[in-house]
């Protein structure tokens, strides 16, 4: 198993944070992991994105020029990542900001409203676990149970009674989101 994967969105929005809990995660489930975050003097409001690759074998380099997976958060980080999915990839995107959808038909195309559910849930700090939690249901590479033991473990302890509403939050994004698109199967 070996997952690229790029998540990209506005600074604050929690990019590093999904990054970051993911690679935790994989750590904890045996994975090799690589964590690579690139982000300017712009962190707060400005665009800023992660690179996350998860693998049962070691990684070679953290440098990746197609994804099988994109998480876009807005629409400058949908203009610069939809076309570096690999065909038979996955994006994702979050509705909030987004004005221009995904155009490929050669993906699979999700939709994740996190950032309408974080705010039902009278929260919007949980955007980012709404939205890594969609892609669990999506692409499952490593454990719940793991990433909740990720998220104890980059939290700072006096975030710890936060945890329930984060693990719920998990779940919500497994919950709400849904296919828009099924990539094009070529036939030779």
Same mark, same amino acid.
């Given at each position: 198993? !070996?997952q690229?994967?790029?998540? @990209?969105?506005?600074?604050?929005?929690?990019?590093?944070?999904?990054?970051?809990? !993911?690679?935790?995660?994989?750590?904890?489930g045996?994975?090799?992991?690589?964590?690579?975050?690139?982000?300017?003097?712009?962190?707060?409001?400005?665009?800023?994105?992660?690179?996350?690759?998860? @693998?049962?074998? $070691?990684?070679? @380099?953290?440098?990746?020029?197609?994804?099988?997976?994109?998480?876009?958060?807005?629409? $400058?980080?949908?203009?610069?990542?939809?076309?570096?999915?690999?065909?038979?990839?996955?994006?994702?995107?979050?509705?909030?900001?987004?004005?221009?959808?995904?155009?490929?038909?050669?993906?699979?195309?999700?939709?994740?409203?996190?950032?309408?559910? @974080?705010?039902?849930?009278?929260?919007?700090k949980?955007?980012?676990?709404?939205? !890594?939690?969609?892609?669990?249901?999506?692409?499952?590479?490593?454990?719940?149970?793991?990433?909740?033991?990720?998220?104890?473990?980059? !939290? $700072?302890?006096r975030?710890?009674?936060?945890? $329930?509403?984060?693990?719920?939050?998990?779940?919500?994004?497994?919950?709400?989101?849904?296919?828009?698109?099924?990539?094009?199967?070529?036939?030779?």
């Amino acid at each position: 198993m !070996l997952q690229e994967i790029v998540i @990209s969105g506005f600074g604050g929005q929690g990019v590093l944070s999904i990054g970051k809990i !993911l690679a935790y995660s994989g750590i904890m489930g045996g994975k090799e992991v690589s964590w690579f975050p690139a982000y300017g003097p712009e962190q707060r409001g400005g665009t800023a994105n992660v690179t996350v690759i998860v @693998s049962d074998t $070691p990684i070679s @380099s953290p440098i990746v020029d197609q994804y099988d997976i994109a998480i876009v958060l807005n629409q $400058p980080s949908m203009e610069k990542f939809e076309n570096k999915v690999k065909p038979g990839g996955t994006l994702i995107y979050d509705t909030y900001g987004i004005h221009k959808s995904a155009q490929r038909k050669d993906i699979d195309i999700y939709r994740i409203d996190a950032m309408d559910e @974080s705010m039902k849930m009278e929260n919007t700090k949980v955007f980012n676990m709404i939205v !890594l939690g969609g892609l669990l249901k999506v692409a499952p590479m490593v454990q719940v149970e793991n990433v909740i033991e990720g998220l104890r473990k980059s !939290l $700072p302890e006096r975030h710890h009674h936060l945890l $329930p509403m984060n693990e719920k939050a998990i779940f919500r994004g497994m919950e709400t989101i849904s296919q828009e698109q099924k990539a094009e199967v070529c036939k030779a």
